[in-house]
């Protein structure tokens, strides 16, 4: 069975739960099991947002205007 065809399954099966509670449990397992965008980037993409907050947090800004010509 392919991946769309399991999942059709899947929805079928969640269709027919009454259980309040069974179905809180499965939301709450999706919504732990969603990837993290952090995780999708590589390390070397971390590491330069991380060096760029620090830089932020002490103070070291560029204004917009200047951003804008230093790329054009």
């Given at each position: 069975m ?31 099991e ?39």
């Open positions: 392919d991946i769309q065809s399991s999942k059709i399954e899947l929805v079928k099966i969640i269709l027919n739960i009454e259980n309040d509670k069974f179905i809180e449990k499965i939301t709450e397992f999706i919504q732990k969603k990837v993290d965008f952090w995780d999708e980037l590589s390390v070397a993409e971390q590491e330069e947002i991380e060096k760029g907050i620090k830089e932020l947090n002490k103070g070291k800004r560029v204004e917009f205007n200047d951003f804008l010509k230093k790329i054009s």
